[in-house]
């Protein structure tokens, strides 16, 4: 089935910008469209992936704010300006409080890397290793205002090697994640992502 129009993606970092890369490399088959990228941190090297492709981008430095609340509205301000369908963290590392995602309740998306939920928060690979799993890999879910603990919308995993170690194991979860991200937002974009 061909699509009305695509979907409409903000996608919200902090860092490296890897998934963001591997997004807007896969917007190009039409589903979805990147409308913009918006950091809370100056030196990502994900705002200089954005100039370099032309996308709208926009820094919303939380150090410049008093207090969370008035950074989030800040926030939210860059990412409605966008006027997305979907708003896709990808290495977005605050957390965000209860306002902000009550506002974009159902469309708020993450990706994290583990099979949750198992290895919530920060330093998944070392504790997968550390805990001895078997399988490990990377979630797409909705944000809550519990951390890492919204609803899974889907998962991609791997057989830990025995010879592994957190860069392979990283490494090997990252090309996951590169699939997975791109593939959620097709599925949504042709209405097969059940949000509620
Ligand atoms: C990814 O591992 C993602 O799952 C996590 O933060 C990392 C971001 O990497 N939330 P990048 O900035 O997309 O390269």
Not at 136 to 158: E, F, M, N, S
């Amino acid at each position: 089935m061909g699509l009305a129009r695509p979907l409409r993606v903000a996608v919200v970092v902090s860092g490296r910008g890897s998934n963001l890369r591997s997004l807007h490399e896969k917007a190009s088959e039409g589903n979805y469209l990147i409308v913009g990228v918006v950091s809370n941190n100056p030196a990502a090297p994900a705002l200089d992936y954005a100039a370099s492709q032309g996308l709208p981008k926009g820094l919303i430095d939380h150090r410049a704010y008093a207090t969370r609340a008035l950074f989030e509205e800040a926030l939210a301000q860059a990412i409605d300006r966008l006027n997305p369908d979907v708003i896709a963290l990808a290495g977005f590392l605050r957390v965000l409080g209860a306002d902000f995602v009550r506002h974009y309740q159902g469309r708020l998306l993450n990706i994290h890397p583990s099979l949750l939920p198992s290895f919530p928060g920060l330093d998944t690979h070392r504790r997968a290793l550390e805990a001895g799993a078997r399988e490990h890999g990377a979630t797409v879910h909705l944000v809550t205002d519990a951390l890492d603990g919204g609803p899974i919308i889907a998962q991609a995993g791997l057989h830990v090697a025995p010879t592994e170690d957190v860069a392979t194991l990283a490494a090997r979860v990252l090309a996951l994640e590169h699939e997975l991200y791109p593939y959620v937002l097709k599925r949504w974009a042709h209405g097969e992502v059940a949000t509620h």
